[in-house]
């Protein structure tokens, strides 16, 4: 996951993914993959990209009728008809499965300054189902109307080590957390420090937790979809029942207090584990 896939990932959370984004990376294939993932995940049937559902399997085999992807016939120049055959005109015509319809534009870079003129109404006014990317090596190539309308996304890197990192300190994370209630205390202070020593720091452990504490309090009030941690349902399932609003409120602001503390110097260690005990007494008193 890179930095544009992480922003959709979590783009649910400020009231679902924009309309017209700018993919900026040097490497067309790799841009063309990430604009693929992207489309998957914003239309997929779990929210997550999940690669099983209806949606992601037509999306995968590249027959997703709400997934366009513009095409140019002359190597070096996007025209001004074929972005309005393509896309300006075509999203006009509602999706057809989805709630969204998506417009991938490689080499949108090449798109002249008439292509891109024809480009800026639907980029001001675009229907609420409408979504574009367009994909590019470099955000210059673009007239400054446009540019300011489009959210420019860093796409091209690899799975860097920080995402890499995320995603282990994820499992490490909901691993500790598994064993909450039966720990004693002894037992929680030294797997808050082999959190340590794999890798994630308190401030990392604490942001971690904020979105598993979202995703808590999406599957108590009866949700199960565009969980950050879908590997974690069932425990947050369980935790749902056993824990009442007040529990679940008061975890949360716990987090916030736990961020806080660290911010101003606490011991990483000792507020963490802090954290740790509370919660593990809420789910013991439930
Ligand atoms: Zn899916």
Not at 63 to 87: A, G, M, Y
Request: glycine content about 8%.
């Amino acid at each position: 996951m890179n930095r544009a896939e992480r922003y959709f990932a979590r783009a649910e959370e400020n009231g679902g993914p924009g309309h017209a984004f700018l993919l900026e990376g040097e490497d067309p294939g790799a841009l063309l993959e990430t604009a693929g993932r992207i489309a998957r995940r914003v239309l997929c049937e779990k929210g997550t990209g999940c690669g099983t559902c209806a949606s992601c399997r037509a999306a995968l085999s590249g027959n997703h009728p709400d997934i366009i992807t513009v095409t140019h016939e002359k190597p070096d120049t996007l025209s001004v008809n074929e972005i309005r055959r393509q896309l300006v005109d075509d999203m006009e015509i509602r999706p057809y499965r989805s709630a969204r319809k998506i417009y991938l534009v490689p080499d949108a870079g090449k798109m002249n300054p008439q292509a891109q003129n024809a480009l800026l109404k639907t980029l001001e006014e675009p229907p609420a189902y409408g979504m574009i990317l367009l994909l590019a090596d470099n955000r210059n190539r673009f007239l400054p109307t446009v540019l300011s309308r489009l959210v420019v996304l860093q796409a091209d890197e690899a799975e860097s080590e920080e995402d890499g990192g995320e995603a282990a300190g994820s499992s490490r994370l909901t691993g500790l957390l598994r064993r909450l209630q039966t720990a004693d205390a002894a037992e929680l202070a030294k797997a808050a420090s082999e959190l340590k020593a794999e890798g994630v720091s308190a401030e990392e452990a604490f942001e971690l937790l904020t979105y598993l504490w979202r995703d808590e309090l999406i599957v108590k009030a009866g949700g199960k979809t565009k969980l950050h941690f879908p590997e974690a349902a069932d425990m947050l399932e369980d935790w749902a029942r056993a824990l009442s609003w007040k529990d679940a409120d008061r975890i949360f602001t716990a987090i916030g207090e736990g961020k806080a503390k660290l911010k101003a110097n606490g011991s990483p260690d000792v507020v963490l584990e802090v954290f740790l005990l509370e919660l593990r007494e809420l789910l013991r008193k439930a």
